[in-house]
DNA sequence: CGAACGATTAGCT
DNA sequence: GCTAATCGTTCGA
């Protein structure tokens, strides 16, 4: 029986949670894998959701951690945050990319690709390999149907600045589990 | 009420 | 490397 994190392991802050859970399995449904890429976002960060205050859209953030934060990317895609920190701090850990372990011809089939490379390198692309929808947002981490299971103790974890934001570039806070092959784009 | 803009990706040059 | 796709959210008038 493994133990899966509950919804304290998640109170820290995400600048901390996030290279923290470089190497956690997560499953939804019983489908995703290893945990390779991570980015924080923090309240008092000007390229996070939650920077302006609490709004329809990011009111997830702002509750309790431990519970999911999806948002629609680009009018196209789902992406998936962990809430952390206390209640109503407003920050997040997003997950851009997984190591296909379990469920891979289900998500092949939603991905409409065969190449395990290509499955999970990507926020959006977790999304959709997972069947991640705004149905989930708000949902516990430690219930179905989620699934996570924490990270090993010696985990090696690389760290550089986020991807694809305009603002806090000199904050490097997207993570990497070192030499993975499955990660949206390599560290420099 | 209108307009600009994404925490992206796939496909083409 | 460059750009279209696509639409909800946010902000200014």
Same mark, same amino acid.
């Given at each position: 029986?493994?133990?899966?994190?509950?919804?304290?392991?998640?109170?820290?802050?995400?600048?901390?949670?996030?290279?923290?859970?470089?190497?956690?399995?997560?499953?939804?449904?019983?489908?995703?894998?290893?945990?390779?890429?991570?980015?924080?976002?923090?309240?008092?960060?000007?390229?996070?959701?939650?920077?302006?205050?609490?709004?329809?859209?990011?009111?997830?953030?702002?509750?309790?951690?431990?519970?999911?934060?999806?948002?629609?990317?680009?009018?196209?895609?789902?992406?998936?945050?962990?809430?952390?920190?206390?209640?109503?701090?407003?920050?997040?850990?997003?997950?851009?990319?997984?190591?296909?372990?379990?469920?891979?011809?289900?998500?092949?089939?939603?991905?409409?690709?065969?190449?395990?490379?290509? %499955?999970?390198?990507? *926020?959006?692309? &977790?999304?959709? #390999?997972?069947?991640? +929808?705004?149905?989930?947002? =708000?949902? /516990? %981490?430690?219930?179905? *149907?989620?699934? &996570?299971?924490? #990270?090993?103790?010696? +985990?090696?974890?690389?760290? =550089?600045? /986020?991807?694809?934001?305009?603002?806090?570039?000199?904050?490097?806070?997207?993570?990497?589990?070192?030499?993975?092959?499955?990660?949206?784009?390599?560290?420099?």
């Amino acid at each position: 029986m493994t133990k899966v994190l509950k919804p304290q392991d998640f109170a820290g802050d995400s600048h901390e949670l996030a290279p923290a859970l470089i190497g956690a399995i997560l499953l939804v449904n019983g489908v995703g894998g290893r945990i390779v890429e991570t980015e924080a976002y923090d309240r008092a960060d000007p390229a996070s959701h939650s920077f302006s205050g609490p709004t329809p859209r990011n009111q997830a953030m702002f509750g309790p951690p431990g519970r999911a934060y999806v948002y629609r990317s680009y009018g196209i895609h789902w992406c998936l945050n962990f809430v952390c920190r206390e209640e109503g701090h407003g920050a997040g850990v997003l997950i851009r990319a997984i190591e296909p372990l379990q469920g891979i011809d289900l998500m092949r089939a939603r991905r409409g690709l065969e190449d395990l490379r290509l %499955l999970c390198s990507g *926020p959006g692309r &977790v999304g959709q #390999a997972l069947a991640i +929808t705004h149905e989930l947002n =708000g949902c /516990r %981490l430690d219930r179905p *149907p989620f699934q &996570v299971l924490p #990270a090993p103790e010696k +985990t090696p974890v690389v760290a =550089g600045p /986020r991807i694809g934001i305009s603002k806090a570039m000199e904050l490097h806070w997207r993570f990497g589990l070192s030499g993975s092959r499955y990660l949206s784009r390599n560290f420099l």
